[in-house]
Structures are given as structure tokens and as C-alpha cells.
T-cell receptor, first 114, second 111 residues
């Protein structure tokens, strides 16, 4: 069982919708991450929050907006997405503040944009 | 630019047939090399961290080794439940700190 919980597991949205993905961890980890993964490709880093502050933004389009309300929660707000944004969105956490490769991933949210 | 190349892309083994997966890398100063396992439709699961050439780590039927240019994941007497995609990633100790992932090796172990 993963200790990083992501909701929803599946999401279908139109290009004009606004939706959010949620991620929660209760391991006391100090960094949280959003990754995007397309089929048969490796995960691609989108954002890193370290000690609740945004520390890395990999030039992600503004239609993706991250939010870290506290050290246990991470949200990804979605607006005006394109069909090519359909992917598995993975949340991860790490014990140290954002510069480690030992990540704990959730099971992901499968997003389909129509 | 950091690069990671994994081979083969796909590997099919019979149960009990040992083999190795390769991860070749170029990085400007290695902070760490990481192996993950990913089941279909799930998030990656962390397996090992290797920091320096000559280091080895083991977990059940898996053993990871590291040289200055590549890492191997040896699978001894695999079982069907070892079927998954195995991802290798590197982290540089200069500049970009985010992980650079390889494209993975899809392993299928047949009973």
C-alpha cells in the first residue's frame, strides 16, 4: 500500500473545465512533487515544493497551477487543458527538501481531456 | 546535459532464467543513481540508490551494481511477479538537481 494518496484516480474533463488533482502524505516528508507520465515514457518533472515553497517549476504552461496548502497536501489545479495534456499525473514525496532521488510515488491520477 | 539510456527496451524471460538490465549514463558529477520498479497504471516504486562506482545493493532476487559509466540490475531466478517496467534515473551534483529518467526496460517473466 502506498502512503501517498492521490484523488481522483480517474478524471475526464473538457477543454473549458476547471478541475483539481489532490495529493496527501502523512510520512512527515518535507518535499512534494508533481510528475506527468505519458504511455510508455518515463515520468517528467513538473513542480517541486520544498518546505511548502515552490522550488522548481519545469517551465510548465500556466494552465497547470500547483498549490501546497500545508506540508501534507499538494494540489494541481487544471484549467483550459488541451487533449495532449491527457496523461498519468503522479504525485511524489521525499523525506528531505527536494534534492533527493528517493521518492515515494502515489498511484497517480489518470487524466483524459476531451 | 545529463542522459540515461536503458537496454534492452523489452525483455522476456522464463521463470528461473536469470538476466541483467543495463543503464548507461552521462552526468556532470553523479550525486546518485536510482532504480525504480513500475507496474502498469501505477506509480514507480523506489528500489535502490547507488552513490559510487563499485557499490552494490541487494533486495530479494534483485541486485544493483554501479560503475563510472553504467549500472546493472541483475535479476536472479525471476518469478512472474517480477514482471514490471524497471526505470533507472540519475541525479547530478551540479546544476540541475531533478532526476533524469531513462525510458525503462519492460520485463515479462513467463511461468
Amino acid at each position: 500500500d502506498t502512503e501517498v494518496t492521490q484523488t481522483p484516480k480517474h478524471l475526464v474533463m473538457g477543454m473549458t473545465n476547471k478541475k483539481s488533482l489532490k495529493c496527501e502524505q502523512h510520512m512527515g516528508h518535507r518535499a512534494m512533487y508533481w510528475y506527468k507520465q505519458k504511455a510508455k515514457k518515463p515520468p517528467e518533472l513538473m513542480f517541486v515544493y520544498s518546505y511548502e515553497k515552490l522550488s522548481i517549476n519545469e517551465s510548465v504552461p500556466s494552465r497547470f497551477s500547483p498549490e501546497c496548502p500545508n506540508s501534507s497536501l499538494l494540489n494541481l489545479h487544471l484549467h483550459a487543458l488541451q487533449p495532449e495534456d491527457s496523461a498519468l499525473y503522479l504525485c511524489a514525496s521525499s523525506h528531505t527538501g527536494g534534492y533527493t532521488g528517493e521518492l515515494f510515488f502515489g498511484e497517480g491520477s489518470r487524466l483524459t481531456v476531451l | 546535459e545529463d542522459q540515461v539510456t536503458q537496454s534492452p527496451e523489452a525483455l522476456r524471460l522464463q521463470e528461473g532464467e536469470s538476466s541483467s538490465l543495463n543503464c548507461s549514463y552521462t552526468v556532470s558529477g553523479l550525486r546518485g543513481l536510482f532504480w525504480y520498479r513500475q507496474d502498469p497504471g501505477k506509480g514507480p516504486e523506489f528500489l535502490f540508490t547507488l552513490y559510487s562506482a563499485g557499490e552494490e545493493k541487494e533486495k530479494e532476487r534483485l541486485k544493483a551494481t554501479l560503475t563510472k559509466k553504467e549500472s546493472f540490475l541483475h535479476i536472479t531466478a525471476p518469478k512472474p511477479e517480477d514482471s514490471a517496467t524497471y526505470l533507472c534515473a540519475v541525479q547530478s551534483d551540479t546544476g540541475r538537481r531533478a532526476l533524469t529518467f531513462g525510458s525503462g526496460t519492460r520485463l515479462q517473466v513467463q511461468p
